[in-house]
């Protein structure tokens, strides 16, 4: 009866190992791979925060080297690839805006002369 229990323990130890990989590492690996297929992901005009925070449109990528303009004064950065923390904007998703306000635009002028 002895062995059984230590058996038992054992037992108990590895649904405890697999329960807390299923619940928290497995996770974790899934959301770094995510994050770094995003900042591979990465393209010129991408708009971009930094993980400390500052807000910046890319203008330039050089193998492990970003550069962003961050301002209205387009004060340029250069960082790290890894710095990255998220893309807010992405090159396609602003040329659709564009293109949505582009066409927005032609509507309300195409009214202006309708009702002229």
Do not use: C
Request: charged content about 30%; aromatic content about 6%; hydrophobic content about 40%.
């Amino acid at each position: 009866m002895e062995q059984f229990g230590q058996y038992g323990m054992i037992i108990y130890l590895v649904i405890i190992f697999a329960v807390m990989y299923f619940i928290m590492i497995r996770p974790q690996r899934k959301q770094e791979k995510q994050q770094q297929a995003m900042i591979n992901a990465v393209k010129v005009g991408d708009e971009i925060i930094t993980i400390g925070g500052v807000h910046g449109k890319i203008t330039k990528i050089k193998d492990n080297d970003i550069t962003i303009v961050t301002s209205m004064q387009k004060t340029s950065l250069e960082i790290s690839r890894w710095a990255i923390k998220d893309v807010t904007k992405y090159v396609e998703d602003i040329k659709a805006e564009k293109k949505t306000l582009d066409s927005k635009t032609l509507e309300e002028a195409e009214k202006a002369k309708e009702e002229d």
